[in-house]
């Protein structure tokens, strides 16, 4: 079903991985579609799509992967490598602007404007409404095109390699996070 790259994001009760439990994941192939899995009970028996998740050979595109990883790893009980994320490439590409969200990214670079309106309502619900739906969509809809262009910023600022260490490093800040240094910059004096 996924090949090559698939578009990843998650949605939780907060921002706090251990407290907040894992509700929605949604992917999609870059090909207009979205896939949403909506986990209303912390029940998260899903073997195909951990299969995706940890597959090496697929890329994964996140926004803000840091979170997203985390998360994933915590709930699903899985390693996710071969991973880039948007976030990272927008802030080591675009440094015109200290604005790096999604919602700036799309309205930029694709003249695409979403809203964020749900970002904060009850994803843990029974069952999700026709807005939290499209919101959920929306945030994997545009990140192969994203990552297209951002990729061209990044190639011509000569930041490719640096960026490719920075994904490559996130597993471990994702185990740093995880096991309680998520707020200390642990390289510092």
Sequence with gaps: MFEGSVAVDTEAMGLNT??????VIQISAGDGDAHIVHFPTAKYDSPNLKKYLSDDEIVKIFHFARFDVAILQYY??????????TKIVSRLARTYTDHHGLK???????????????????WGKKSLTDAQVKYAAQD????????????EMLEQEG????????FGFLPTRVKLDLL???DMDIFKH
Excluded: M, P
């Design 104 to 122: 700036d990214l799309c309205s930029e670079l694709l003249k695409v404007n979403i809203s964020k309106n749900q970002q904060s309502s009850n």
């Design 159 to 166: 930041r490719t390699e640096l960026a490719n260490a920075c």
């Design 140 to 151: 994997v809809l545009y990140l192969h095109q994203i990552r297209e262009i951002l990729d």
């Design 18 to 23: 251990q407290r907040d439990r894992l509700c």
């Design 180 to 182: 309680g240094w998520f």
């Design 76 to 85: 699903l009980n899985i390693n996710i490598n071969n991973i880039y994320c």
